[in-house]
């Protein structure tokens, strides 16, 4: 299996700028999470999906983030407008329905909001 | 709700000395504990997991990791350390749902592992 697709893999975009970050699963994984890092908050849970349906977005930082899981192999975190905090590495995971939890994880997205 | 703790933001060891790396958890409910790696610029590796079938749990790279619940700790060791484990360390703690789903993993702070020559 390929892994947790992420693209892209860097993005420089300017402040007020619509961002689209996306991501393919793991086939087979049901779960799948969108998570943020950076230096100063370490790596937050922004949201996560179960089954295709949103099951917490609490992490989810402002209105500005929103995130879609049309299907059972595609997602998408989308920043509208951008602001230069947002500035962060963004990582995908997914996680099999069966044993343990463990996530695997994308490369991830750098986003620079300049 | 759960959530871990990880002792020291910066760890550093002479190439062949012990790697321990410590990490206490929080949890309501019997969880699942893993520890992963980041090497810069890289995703998140897993290393290792427990799963409750076994509270001495081994990884990849030499590492394992022991699950006391009387302490809740799950701290990682590596009996000698080598150069190229120089890397960002995580522990992370998740619960399974009795329907199937489960929690997304709540990560600790992360451990910066320096190996000196």
């Known amino acids: 299996d390929a892994g947790v697709i992420q693209s892209p893999r860097h993005e420089v975009t300017e402040m007020g700028q619509e961002v689209t970050l996306r991501c393919k699963p793991i086939s087979g994984h049901n779960s799948l999470f969108w998570y943020r890092q950076t230096m100063m908050r370490g790596l937050e849970l922004l949201i996560y999906?179960?089954?295709?349906?949103?099951?917490?977005d609490s992490g989810m930082p402002e209105d500005r983030f929103s995130a879609k899981m049309p299907n059972a192999s595609f997602s998408t975190l989308k920043i509208q407008p951008s602001e230069p905090r947002d500035s962060a590495v963004y990582f995908c995971a997914s996680s099999s329905p069966t044993g343990a939890t463990e996530a695997f994880f994308g490369q991830g997205t750098r986003l620079t909001v300049v | 709700a759960q959530s871990v703790t990880q002792l020291g933001s910066h760890v550093s060891v002479s190439e062949g000395a012990l790697v321990l790396l410590r990490c206490n958890y929080s949890?309501?409910?019997?969880?699942?504990l893993f520890w992963y790696v980041q090497y810069p610029n890289q995703g998140l590796q897993l290393l290792l997991k427990?799963?409750?079938?076994?509270?001495l749990v081994k990884g990849i790279n030499g590492f394992e990791a022991e699950f006391k619940k009387s302490e809740t700790s799950f701290h990682l060791t590596k009996p000698s350390a080598h150069m190229s484990d120089a890397a960002e360390y995580f522990c992370?703690?998740?619960?399974?749902?009795?329907?199937?789903?489960?929690?997304?993993?709540?990560f600790g702070k992360g451990t910066h592992l320096i190996i000196q020559p």
């Open positions: 992370a703690v998740s619960v399974r749902w009795s329907g199937g789903g489960a929690d997304g993993l709540t």
């Open positions: 999906f179960n089954n295709n349906v949103p099951i917490d």
């Open positions: 427990y799963t409750s079938a076994a509270t």
């Open positions: 949890s309501s409910v019997p969880p699942y």
